[in-house]
């Protein structure tokens, strides 16, 4: 009899190993969708950046131009393969052409924006036209601004500004 007893102990712990060896590993499915986009950050005050002509002599009549220059804060970047376009409205000063006035006063400067450095003709930015940006760099994107100033060469000393907005889509 106790070689019975010992059988049936053996036979228990048998069992009960073999219920041990359940489904110890197995599948599942990672997923993701990306989808086409933009992320733009300015940093605080949410200004892009500048166009600054520099300081000039009233009595210059020249044309004088210069690149804008974005915020230190500045990041566009986009899925690669988005078309991107920017739009730029007439300023706060507009009439016929964009304008910078003196400030406390009714003075003026025109200037135009244009998307090359050549200030060509044909890659002037009008209001509200839509602008492709090309980019090689989708975590990098630029703004191809520069602007030309037309002095009138006979301005009144102070600062001469405007402020314009810009207009991303994709």
Excluded: H, K
């Amino acid at each position: 009899m106790p070689g019975i007893s010992r059988y049936a102990m053996s036979g228990t712990l048998l069992l009960c190993s073999a219920a041990a060896f359940g489904v110890t590993t197995q599948n599942f499915q990672v997923s993701a969708t990306i989808t086409p986009g933009c992320s733009v950050t300015s940093g605080s005050g949410g200004v892009y950046g500048a166009l600054n002509f520099g300081t000039r002599s009233g009595v210059d009549d020249s044309r004088v131009s210069t690149s804008f220059v974005p915020n230190t804060s500045l990041s566009l970047a986009c899925t690669p393969g988005v078309s991107v376009t920017m739009s730029i409205n007439g300023g706060q000063n507009y009439t016929t052409v964009r304008r910078m006035v003196r400030s406390g006063g009714v003075d003026a400067v025109p200037y135009r924006l244009y998307t090359s450095g050549t200030l060509a003709a044909n890659t002037e930015i009008g209001v509200n036209q839509a602008v492709s940006l090309s980019y090689t760099n989708s975590n990098n994107i630029t703004l191809p601004i520069f602007g030309a100033a037309q002095l009138t060469g006979f301005s009144p000393a102070g600062n001469y500004t405007d402020q314009l907005t810009v207009t991303l889509t994709w």
